[in-house]
């Protein structure tokens, strides 16, 4: 299994309070990414880095920001939770694309319950 | 931009019988498809995937895909199921931005359900 983990597994907590969900690989791979998983909608993704301090968004964004100061690990934090923001993330990472897409490694996803 | 479309939002089969997983995708000059699974309080593994080359592409577990490029689908096959291939399968076209930047882009999943 690729070496991703993602910290917390579980949280609860109250709407407008802060909220950084850590994801921490040990593969040395350029690409991160910060997904949600909602019924009905599959995997969208919240935004995505390509190397140290280099990130984009992605479909989800709004109300979300993440920080990567590190190859190893990208931090993606809610500033005021929203119910709206309940959901399962799941950190994923990949290598250069070279000619083609490489495949994209899972965490086991952070299950977040905003009341 | 790019879409994927499940048909199916849910597959129930009794154990033995064969599957289809239907996944059509929005046109692209350049295509990669990937189906991925899901199995319960898990994250996304990858099942297969289709760079390039031959358009039947197979897993290891018996699941086989094929690229058909006239009707824009990928669908997933498989002749037998069994118990465990109880989980939820998603379908996947990366989509390219920028050179090589891209992002996978998902459906919405097909939760297939086997049966004794």
């Known amino acids: 299994d690729a070496g991703i983990t993602q910290s917390p597994r579980h949280k609860v907590t109250e709407t407008g309070t802060p909220v950084t969900l850590r994801c921490h690989q040990t593969?040395?791979?350029?690409?991160m990414y910060w997904y949600r998983q909602d019924p009905g909608h599959g995997l969208r993704l919240i935004h995505y880095?390509?190397?140290?301090?280099?990130?984009d968004k992605g479909e989800v964004s709004d109300g979300y920001s993440v920080s990567r100061s590190k190859t190893e690990d990208f931090l993606l934090t809610l500033e005021s939770a929203t119910s709206s923001q309940t959901s399962v993330y799941f950190c994923?990472?990949?290598?250069?694309?070279?000619?083609?897409?490489?495949?994209?490694?899972f965490g086991p996803g952070t299950r977040l319950t905003v009341l | 931009a790019q879409s994927v479309t499940q048909l199916d939002s849910q597959v129930p089969v009794f154990e033995e019988a064969p599957v289809e997983l239907r996944c059509n995708y929005s046109?692209?000059?350049?295509?990669?498809l990937f189906w991925y699974v899901q199995y319960p309080n898990q994250g996304l593994q990858l099942l297969l995937k289709?760079?390039?080359?031959?358009?039947l592409v197979e897993s290891i577990n018996g699941f086989e895909a094929e690229f058909n490029k006239s009707q824009t689908s990928f669908h997933l096959r498989k002749p037998s199921v069994h118990i465990s291939d109880t989980a939820e399968y998603f379908c996947?076209?990366?989509?390219?931005?920028?050179?090589?930047?891209?992002?996978?882009?998902f459906g919405k999943g097909t939760k297939l359900s086997v049966k004794p």
């Open positions: 994923a990472i990949s290598e250069s694309i070279g000619s083609g897409p490489n495949e994209q490694f």
């Open positions: 593969e040395n791979h350029r690409y």
């Open positions: 880095s390509y190397g140290v301090k280099d990130t």
């Open positions: 046109s692209s000059v350049s295509v990669y």
């Open positions: 289709y760079l390039s080359g031959s358009t």
């Open positions: 996947a076209v990366f989509a390219t931005y920028g050179g090589s930047q891209g992002n996978l882009i």
